[in-house]
């Protein structure tokens, strides 16, 4: 039928709108980014995740406190040996041994996991026949990815410097190398840039794991293949014959950070690593989409 304006209506009792839609049907309603928080922290490979990072200082606290006995070299100024000079000192340690694999394994999970799950779990075709847009079910779940990543990241040097406070006290930090002391309010706002930085170069371990999770069934084929590229790009790093070609590779400025609590920093290295890790991540995540759009969804 039309009205006196000659716009189509929908037919009594529940037809199809002129649009061909179902009458009330909004493609920008469907999935809705808290019903995908709520679902994705229901997992148990998210609790455990989580519990894991913020278990993990009070681990190494105890372990600090286990081995304060055990010899080492009065003067050695390694980032292990100044972990229990104070919050800060403890945090960066904390940091540097983790951001190399385990917080690689956290991003990877939750970005590898989530569209690569609901495949497994033959749920993915019934979630695009809702029907949601094919674009918006990536998004959503790309941005609850990212932001359980970054609270991954976020997560572990802050309760690292709860825990270093606790059980070292909050003290000025010592710089590895040169053993030189800086005052503890003017490294703070530092670190807050090194934990921003220790995110950011996590983007290409995401954006693959999310190309591999649309591409594939499996999602520990997904997390696996993120985390191999890190291992494949650790050990390319060692080879110094590749020359400055290195410099190219994801993970080559992983460690810029360290240059940010040095007494005078220099934010060179991170600069180039942030250009690096976003080009990268921003073609595996435009790669991602493309895939997806002309996938065939019939598991």
Same mark, same amino acid.
Not at 78 to 107: K, P
Not at 132 to 143: M, N
Not at 285 to 291: G, Y
């Given at each position: 039928?039309?009205?006196?304006?000659?716009?189509?209506?929908?037919? %009594? !009792?529940?037809?199809?709108?002129?649009?061909?839609? *179902?009458?009330?049907?909004? =493609?920008?309603?469907?999935?809705?980014?808290?019903?995908?928080?709520?679902?994705?922290?229901? &997992? &148990?490979?998210?609790?455990?995740?989580?519990? @894991?990072?913020?278990?993990?200082?009070?681990?190494? #606290?105890?372990?600090?406190? /286990?081995? %304060?006995?055990?010899?080492?070299?009065?003067?050695?100024? &390694?980032?292990?040996? @100044?972990?229990?000079?104070?919050?800060?000192?403890?945090?960066?340690?904390?940091?540097?041994?983790?951001?190399?694999?385990?917080?690689?394994?956290?991003?990877?999970?939750?970005?590898?996991?989530? /569209?690569?799950?609901?495949?497994?779990?033959?749920?993915?075709?019934?979630?695009?026949?809702?029907?949601? =847009?094919?674009?918006?079910?990536?998004?959503?779940?790309?941005?609850? %990815?990212?932001?359980?990543?970054? *609270?991954?990241?976020?997560?572990?040097?802050?309760?690292?410097?709860?825990?270093?406070?606790?059980?070292?006290?909050?003290?000025? #930090?010592?710089?590895?190398?040169?053993?030189?002391?800086?005052?503890?309010?003017?490294?703070?706002?530092?670190?807050?840039?090194?934990?921003?930085?220790?995110?950011?170069?996590?983007?290409?371990?995401? *954006?693959?794991?999310?190309?591999?999770?649309?591409?594939?069934?499996? =999602?520990?084929?997904?997390?696996?293949?993120?985390?191999?590229?890190?291992?494949?790009?650790?050990?390319?790093?060692?080879?110094?014959?590749? !020359?400055?070609?290195?410099?190219?590779?994801?993970?080559?400025?992983?460690?810029?950070?360290?240059?940010?609590?040095? =007494?005078?920093?220099?934010?060179?290295?991170?600069?180039?690593?942030?250009?690096?890790?976003?080009?990268?991540? %921003?073609?595996?995540?435009?790669?991602?989409?493309?895939?997806?759009?002309?996938?065939? #969804?019939?598991?």
């Amino acid at each position: 039928m039309s009205d006196a304006n000659g716009s189509s209506t929908a037919v %009594a !009792g529940g037809g199809i709108a002129a649009s061909g839609s *179902a009458p009330g049907y909004a =493609p920008g309603r469907t999935l809705p980014l808290a019903v995908e928080i709520v679902r994705q922290f229901k &997992r &148990r490979r998210t609790l455990a995740m989580f519990g @894991l990072l913020l278990a993990l200082p009070w681990i190494l #606290v105890i372990a600090f406190k /286990v081995g %304060a006995g055990s010899s080492q070299p009065a003067n050695s100024l &390694r980032i292990s040996d @100044l972990a229990t000079e104070g919050a800060l000192n403890f945090a960066a340690f904390a940091l540097s041994v983790s951001v190399g694999f385990l917080l690689v394994v956290a991003v990877a999970l939750f970005c590898g996991d989530t /569209v690569a799950s609901e495949a497994s779990w033959s749920s993915l075709r019934y979630l695009l026949a809702a029907p949601i =847009p094919r674009d918006r079910l990536l998004r959503q779940k790309l941005i609850v %990815a990212m932001g359980y990543s970054a *609270a991954a990241v976020i997560c572990l040097p802050l309760m690292a410097l709860l825990a270093g406070t606790l059980a070292f006290g909050w003290n000025d #930090v010592r710089v590895p190398g040169t053993g030189e002391t800086i005052a503890a309010l003017e490294v703070l706002p530092r670190f807050g840039v090194v934990v921003g930085y220790a995110l950011v170069s996590q983007f290409v371990v995401a *954006a693959l794991a999310f190309l591999l999770s649309v591409s594939t069934d499996s =999602p520990l084929g997904a997390v696996g293949g993120a985390v191999g590229l890190v291992i494949v790009s650790n050990i390319l790093q060692a080879v110094e014959a590749l !020359g400055s070609l290195r410099e190219f590779l994801p993970t080559f400025w992983n460690t810029a950070w360290l240059d940010a609590l040095a =007494p005078q920093p220099e934010y060179g290295g991170m600069i180039k690593g942030v250009a690096i890790s976003v080009t990268y991540s %921003a073609i595996l995540v435009a790669f991602a989409f493309h895939r997806f759009r002309r996938k065939d #969804v019939v598991s």
